[in-house]
């Protein structure tokens, strides 16, 4: 039974070590849907607590329904949902990448703190995910797809200030709260960036549907009154 544990624990850790695009590949994707992709599973992996969160509840012994209960994201803490969805692309990719850099710094600051296989894990996750943040920003920067180009509106807001280390009780068991209110700070906003990252596909996927150019083609097609004759092909395109 042990050994069967074991199997899947280092089967999970396999999986999540593949899912995530590292540093030490020193590689980009070119392609911007399978970029999209990938930090979208991050995020989405990130988000979930048992990477963090519930094993420093379970090492501290904040098990009871009213203790967890108090773990709620303290306001101030991480960006909020409506901030992250003001923000341009690229001010979004640097508020998601500045904002994990400073909570990497936290997590060495809290080592006493955490179990040290979950603050290894979390420590990995967030720079393979900080790998793919410079690689979609790069590619923003300088593609010539549409589709990874920069939407015609641009952002709503300011670029929200960093968090910066929570000021940690002297009390123990209110020490153990204010961490725990941190972290789950830290799934919420991974969250929050999920969403933003899909609404980015969600977004391109309207634009695509809803081309002028690809609208202006369709109806051509219904109405070319000689279906008999071929019509010249735009320039550059060979006729079909």
Known sequence: MRAQSMQRTLL???????????????????????LLLQLQRQADLM????????????LQGLHSP????SCMERLGDFPSEDVL???????FLWTLNTTLGLFLRILSALQQDLPKAAQQQAEMNIRGLGNNIHCMAQLLRGSSDPEAAEPTQPGLGPTPPPPSLPMLPLDTFKRKLRICEFLQGYHRFMRRAGQVLRGWGERQGRNRRHSPLQGLQRAARRTWPFPGLRRLAPQGQLPR
């Open 12 to 34: 999970s850790l396999v999986l999540r070590l593949l899912l995530l695009c590292m540093v030490a590949t020193g590689k980009c994707s070119g392609k911007y849907h399978e």
């Open 47 to 58: 988000q979930n607590p048992s990477t963090l969160l519930d094993p420093y509840i379970h």
């Open 66 to 69: 009213i203790l967890k209960g």
């Open 85 to 91: 969805w003001r923000l341009s692309r690229q001010d």
